[in-house]
C-alpha cells in the first residue's frame, strides 16, 4: 500500500476540481488514467471529457493504455497490484456505463477526446472561422523559421519603402545595428518566433527605444500574418491566438464558448508545469463561465521540478500561483500532492536528494524548491556513481569508460545516454561505433552533418551549377569517386578558369593521372555529363537520384537508416525545386539545419537522446556524460524583459531595449543577469530530471581541468551540471587528480601515433548490378527518339550549348506585357545578364566573350528580322517553352515546344528554334537537312495538338543565327494521332 493512496483516491472524485504535484515516477499518467475512467462512468456523453497533452505522443499514449484498460476489463484478463486492481474496478463502471449509453467504446475509440491542445486550437479556430481569422487555412507548420525570416525580410523592406514615419524607424533601428541589416532581420526573426511571449507587452513601457522596437516588432508580425495568409499555413503561436479570440472574454463570451460550455464537462491538463502564458489563458477562457458545483470539474496535473521548457514559452510560475491560490481563473481548486515513486530504487532517490535539496531551495522567481519522494521499491544495492575525469580534453576516456558501462548493463536491461545538448555526445557515437555497441540516436546526428547527405547536397549543386567548383571538386573526392588527393592536384591544378566537367572531359588531363584514377574520372564523366545533359528538363529530384544510383550511392552505405536520410533529403530537394532547379541551395542548407538522420534501432540498443527528448521516459540504467560541459551562448533580443510576482500577489513587470553596440544599459543588463538567474534554476530542473530517468542505476560522468600549478582543480562553470553539484564532488576529484598525477608519471614520455586520413571509396572496377534476365521488363510503352534527344544546340563542346540555352531563355522573355517584342535597344541592357548566365552555367573565362558575342548577335538578328519579330509578337494563344507529353500507340512522346500560337489569319503555329551556325556555301542543302531530321519530332507535337486546338496546325524551324526559316503544314490524315495527357 502507498503511503499516499487516500490522495490518489480523493483526485478521482468526479465532482471536484484539482490541481495534483506529481513528481517524477509517481505515477501521473496511470492517475489520469484511472480518473479518465472514472468519468466515464457518470457522464452523460464521452466526448463532454477533454483531456489536453502537449505531444501528440503523450495524447497517443493515453489513449492506447484506456483503451487497453477497457479491453482488458471487458475480457477478464487476470490482473495483479493495488494500482491495476483499482484500474479495473474503474474500467468495470465505465464499461457498464458504455452498456447503459450504447456508445460501444471498446471499438468507438474516437469518441475518447484525448488531443494534444495544439490540436484542440485547431478544431477551436474550424469552428469560428471569420473570428479567429484562419478559415482558409489548410496546413500548420511545425517549424515555421522559413516564414520567420521571410517576415522580417518583408517589415524591413516595407519600412525602408513607406512612408515618413515608417522610413524613420527604419532609419533608427538600422543606424542602431550599424546598418547590418542581415543581423536586423535575425533579430527580428528570432523575435517572431516568441511572439507570444511578447505581444502583450505592448504599451507597457515609456522607454523611446522599447516603444521604437515594439512598433518594429509589430510589423514584423503584420508581415508574418500577410506571409501565413498569402502562403495559407499558420503556425502554433498563432493558432494558440486565434484560438482564444474565438471565446471571447470573460465580459462578452462568445457563442462557441457557450456551446463549449456544453460540451466540455470536465477538463484534463497533463505536464501543466509547462503551460505557457497563452496556453494559460486558454484554459482560463475555456472554464471562464463555470461555477463551483455546476457540473464542470478541471483536473491540472504536474511537477514544477520538471518545468524545462522556458525556451519555447512554459513558465513554471503559472503552476505555482494556481497551487498558491488554489484557483485557475474562476475554477476553484483542491490541492493534492502525491509522494510514492514507483520507478527508481531508494539508493537513486537519497542520491538525488542529497544533491538537489541544497540547489533547489525555494520557490520564487522561476525557482522551485526541492520536493523529497518516498521509494516504493527495495534496495538494490546499486549506488548512483559520479566518475570523475582529469584533463580529459578528448574525450576519450569518458567515451571508453561509457563503453564499459554499457557493455555491463545491456545485459540487465535498457541503458540510455543522455545529454545536455546534441554537441555533448559527438565525441562518444564515433567510439560506440568503433567498439560495436549498438545504439539509436534520437535526433542527434544532424542531416547536415551525415557525409552520405552532404554528398548527395554536393551533387545537387554540381548538376545545377556547372561553375560550382567546391560542389565538383567535393563529388571527385566522395566514395564514388574517390580520386586521391594526387590525382586531384593533377586534375585541376593550374586551371582556375575551366570548370571540372571541362577538365574530367580533356584527354590531356586525364592522362595526368595514376591508372586508377583515370578509370575513376572517366566513369564520372560519362555519368555527370548525361546528368548535366538533363538538367532542367526533368525533375532535379529524380535526376539527382538516378545520377546517386548510377555512380554507386546505395554500395557507400553502410546503414539501412542511411537510406531513409537520402529519401529525406531527396524529399526536401522535391520541395524547394521549381522547373527542375534549385535557385538558391542556402534555402535547402537552412532546412537541413532542422533535420536529423534516421536513428538505426533494434533490441538491447543503447538510447541515445537529449534531457529533453528524454522527459517521461524511464531506463534501467542511465548514463549522463559531459557535466562540465556549458550550453551555446544565446543571442541578445531586441526586448528582453521579467515579471516578478510580489508577496501581494501582483505583479511586476520589467521591460529594456538591446543597447546599441559597444554601449552599455544598466536597465538591460539587470533584467539579462535575471533571466540567466531563472535559466540556471531552469538548468538545475533539467538536471533533475536527466537524473530521475533512471531505475536501477545511474552513472555520471564529467571532466575537469588541473590548475596552472596543477595542485588542485579548475571549477567548473557554474552554468554546467557539473558546476551545480560541485560542493557535494569536490573532494571525488581531488582524490582523482591524485590518482592522476600517479598515472601521468608512470606514462610519461608514451607518445601517439598522428590518426591517419582513410579515403572511403568504392573499387575502381565497381559498376551497377545487372538484373538477372528473370527479372527484365520491356515497357509496352516505348519512349519517342526524339522527345529524348540529347539537346546540343549543333555546336561543338560544352559552351555552344550554354550560349542556346541561354538564347532560348532570351527569346522567352523577348515579348513585353502589351505583346509587342523588344527593341533592339533593350538588347544592351541584357549585356550583363547574359554574361552572368554564362558564367553560372560554368562557361570558362577564356572562352566568355566569344560565348556573349554569339548570344547578342542571335537576339539582335532575331529582333531586327521581320520573320523574328513577327514569331515574338502578341498573338491569340501564344505561349513559350511550353512543355507537351502523351502517347502515340504504344509511343511516349514528351519535350518542350518553344513557340506556339496561332496567327492572323487562323492558322496555328508550332515552331522550334535551331541555335546552329553554317559555315560556307550551300545553306539551302543545309536546312533542308534540318528540316528533315527534326520535322518526326514537330510532327509528334502536332500530333498530340490537333485534339486540343481547331484549324490548320503549320510547324516552323527558325535559325537566329541564320534568320532562315522552313515551314510545312501539318496533315492530320497522314499522321498517327497521338492521345495528350498533359502540360
Request: proline share 4%; with cysteine; glycine share 6%.
Amino acid at each position: 500500500m502507498t503511503n499516499d493512496r487516500q490522495q490518489r483516491e480523493q483526485a478521482l472524485d468526479p465532482s471536484r476540481s484539482f490541481i495534483v504535484e506529481a513528481p517524477a515516477g509517481s505515477g501521473k499518467t496511470g492517475l489520469l488514467m484511472q480518473r479518465y475512467l472514472r468519468l466515464l462512468s457518470v457522464v452523460e456523453r464521452p466526448e463532454s471529457i477533454v483531456a489536453m497533452t502537449f505531444t501528440r505522443k503523450a495524447a497517443a499514449e493515453m489513449r492506447e493504455r484506456i483503451h487497453e484498460a477497457l479491453l482488458s476489463a471487458q475480457n477478464g484478463t487476470p490482473v495483479s497490484g493495488e494500482h491495476e486492481q483499482r484500474t479495473r474496478d474503474l474500467a468495470l463502471k465505465a464499461l457498464a456505463r458504455d452498456r447503459e449509453k450504447g456508445w460501444n467504446l471498446p471499438v468507438e475509440t474516437g469518441r475518447l477526446q484525448i488531443q494534444t491542445i495544439d490540436s484542440l486550437c485547431a478544431m477551436l479556430t474550424r469552428q469560428m472561422p471569420v473570428i479567429s481569422g484562419f478559415g482558409g487555412v489548410s496546413r500548420i507548420v511545425e517549424d515555421a523559421g522559413e516564414f520567420y525570416r521571410l517576415a522580417a525580410r518583408r517589415a524591413i523592406r516595407q519600412l525602408a519603402e513607406g512612408g515618413q514615419r515608417e522610413q524613420d524607424l527604419f532609419y533608427h533601428a538600422s543606424l542602431h545595428f550599424d546598418n547590418n541589416l542581415a543581423l536586423l532581420e535575425r533579430q527580428i526573426a528570432g523575435m517572431l518566433e516568441q511572439r507570444d511571449q511578447w505581444s502583450h507587452l505592448s504599451g507597457r513601457d515609456t522607454d523611446p527605444l522599447v516603444l521604437e522596437f515594439g512598433q518594429l516588432l509589430d510589423c514584423g508580425h503584420a508581415a508574418l500574418l500577410d506571409i501565413f495568409r498569402e502562403s495559407s499555413v499558420v503556425d502554433f503561436t498563432e493558432l494558440t491566438r486565434a484560438a482564444i479570440a474565438t471565446l471571447g472574454s470573460a465580459e462578452q463570451p462568445s457563442d462557441l464558448l457557450y456551446w463549449l460550455d456544453y460540451r466540455i464537462e470536465h477538463l484534463l491538463v497533463d505536464e501543466f508545469q509547462d503551460t505557457s502564458h497563452a496556453q494559460y489563458d486558454l484554459i482560463n477562457a475555456l472554464t471562464a463561465q463555470w461555477s463551483d458545483g455546476d457540473g464542470h470539474t478541471l483536473f491540472a496535473v504536474g511537477d514544477p521540478m520538471q518545468s524545462i521548457y522556458r525556451f519555447r514559452g512554459a513558465e513554471v510560475s503559472l503552476f505555482l500561483q494556481c497551487w498558491r491560490d488554489e484557483r485557475l481563473g474562476s475554477v476553484r481548486l483542491n490541492r493534492i500532492s502525491l509522494n510514492t515513486n514507483f520507478r527508481s530504487t531508494p539508493e537513486i532517490l537519497a542520491w538525488v536528494e542529497e544533491k538537489f535539496t541544497p540547489i533547489m531551495v525555494d520557490d520564487s522567481n522561476g525557482a522551485v524548491c526541492f520536493r523529497a519522494s518516498t521509494p516504493s521499491r527495495h534496495p538494490n544495492g546499486v549506488v548512483p556513481q559520479l566518475i570523475p575525469l582529469i584533463d580529459d580534453k578528448s574525450g576519450d576516456a569518458e567515451a571508453e569508460t561509457i563503453i564499459g558501462i554499457a557493455r555491463q548493463a545491456l545485459s540487465k536491461g535498457s541503458v540510455a545516454i543522455l545529454v545536455r545538448n546534441r554537441s555533448h555526445i559527438s565525441r562518444i557515437l564515433p567510439v560506440l561505433r568503433r567498439a560495436g555497441v549498438p545504439y539509436e540516436a534520437v535526433e542527434i546526428d544532424e542531416l547536415q552533418y551525415q557525409q552520405h547527405v552532404v554528398d548527395l547536397l554536393s551533387l545537387s549543386r554540381a548538376i545545377s551549377h556547372l561553375a560550382d567548383r567546391p560542389a565538383w571538386l567535393a563529388c571527385l573526392r566522395a566514395p564514388w569517386c574517390g580520386l586521391t588527393i594526387a590525382d586531384l592536384a593533377a586534375l585541376v591544378e593550374g586551371e582556375p578558369g575551366r570548370v571540372i566537367l571541362n577538365l574530367v572531359s580533356d584527354a590531356d588531363r586525364i592522362a595526368r593521372l595514376s591508372p586508377d584514377g583515370r578509370m575513376r574520372a572517366v566513369r564520372f564523366q560519362e555519368i555527370l555529363l548525361n546528368a548535366v545533359a538533363r538538367t532542367g528538363r526533368m525533375p532535379l529530384r529524380e535526376l539527382v537520384e538516378q545520377t546517386w544510383l548510377a555512380l554507386g550511392g546505395p554500395a557507400v552505405l553502410s546503414q539501412p537508416s542511411q537510406r531513409e536520410d537520402v529519401d529525406t533529403f531527396l524529399s526536401l530537394l522535391e520541395e524547394v525545386e521549381e522547373g527542375g532547379v534549385v535557385r538558391d541551395f542556402t534555402m535547402v542548407e537552412r532546412r537541413l539545419e532542422n533535420l536529423y538522420a534516421k536513428p538505426a534501432s533494434g533490441e538491447n540498443y543503447v538510447q541515445v537522446m537529449t534531457v529533453h527528448q528524454a522527459k517521461g521516459l524511464e531506463f534501467g540504467t542511465v548514463i549522463i556524460p559531459h557535466l562540465a560541459g556549458g550550453a551555446r551562448a544565446s543571442d541578445h533580443d531586441l526586448l528582453i524583459w521579467t515579471q516578478r510576482t510580489e508577496a501581494d500577489g501582483s505583479t511586476r513587470l520589467s521591460i529594456a531595449a538591446q543597447p546599441q553596440k559597444r554601449e552599455k544599459d544598466l536597465k538591460y543588463e539587470a533584467i539579462k543577469a535575471e533571466i540567466q538567474q531563472r535559466e540556471l534554476h531552469e538548468l538545475k530542473r533539467l538536471f533533475y530530471v536527466g537524473c530521475t530517468r533512471a531505475e536501477n542505476a545511474l552513472y555520471l560522468l564529467g571532466s575537469v581541468n588541473r590548475n596552472r600549478n596543477r595542485s588542485g582543480c579548475n571549477k567548473p562553470g557554474s552554468s554546467t551540471f557539473l558546476g551545480l553539484v560541485w560542493n557535494a564532488v569536490e573532494h571525488d576529484y581531488a582524490k582523482a587528480l591524485h590518482r592522476h598525477a600517479l598515472l601521468s608519471n608512470q606514462h610519461a614520455g608514451n607518445g601517439h601515433n598522428p590518426p591517419k586520413t582513410i579515403l572511403n571509396r568504392l573499387p575502381s572496377t565497381w559498376r551497377s548490378p545487372q538484373l538477372e534476365p528473370s527479372v527484365r521488363w520491356e515497357p509496352d510503352l516505348q519512349r519517342a527518339t526524339a522527345s529524348v534527344r540529347r539537346v546540343t544546340y549543333e555546336w561543338a563542346g560544352d559552351t555552344s550549348r550554354h550560349v542556346g540555352t541561354v538564347v532560348h531563355e532570351l527569346l522567352k522573355r523577348a515579348t513585353q506585357p502589351d505583346g509587342t517584342p523588344w527593341t533592339t535597344e533593350r538588347i544592351s541592357t541584357v549585356s550583363q545578364t547574359v554574361k552572368s548566365e554564362l558564367l553560372r552555367l560554368g562557361v570558362a573565362h577564356s572562352e566568355l566573350a566569344n560565348a556573349q558575342e554569339k548570344v547578342l548577335r542571335a537576339i539582335t538578328d532575331t529582333l531586327s528580322s521581320p520573320r523574328g519579330r513577327w514569331i515574338l509578337e502578341g498573338h491569340s494563344e501564344a505561349r513559350s517553352e511550353a512543355p507537351l507529353a502523351g502517347r502515340i500507340q504504344d509511343t511516349l512522346v514528351n519535350g518542350t515546344v518553344d513557340r506556339m500560337f496561332r496567327d492572323e489569319i487562323g492558322r496555328f503555329w508550332i515552331i522550334d528554334y535551331k541555335t546552329s551556325e553554317h559555315q560556307g556555301g550551300r545553306l539551302e542543302k543545309f536546312l533542308n537537312e534540318e528540316q528533315r531530321r527534326y520535322r518526326p519530332q514537330l510532327e509528334s507535337y502536332a500530333a498530340l495538338m490537333s485534339r486540343l486546338v481547331r484549324g490548320p496546325i503549320f510547324l516552323g524551324l527558325y535559325f537566329p543565327l541564320l534568320d532562315a526559316w522552313r515551314e510545312w503544314e501539318f496533315v492530320e490524315e497522314q499522321a498517327v494521332i497521338g492521345s495528350y495527357t498533359g502540360e
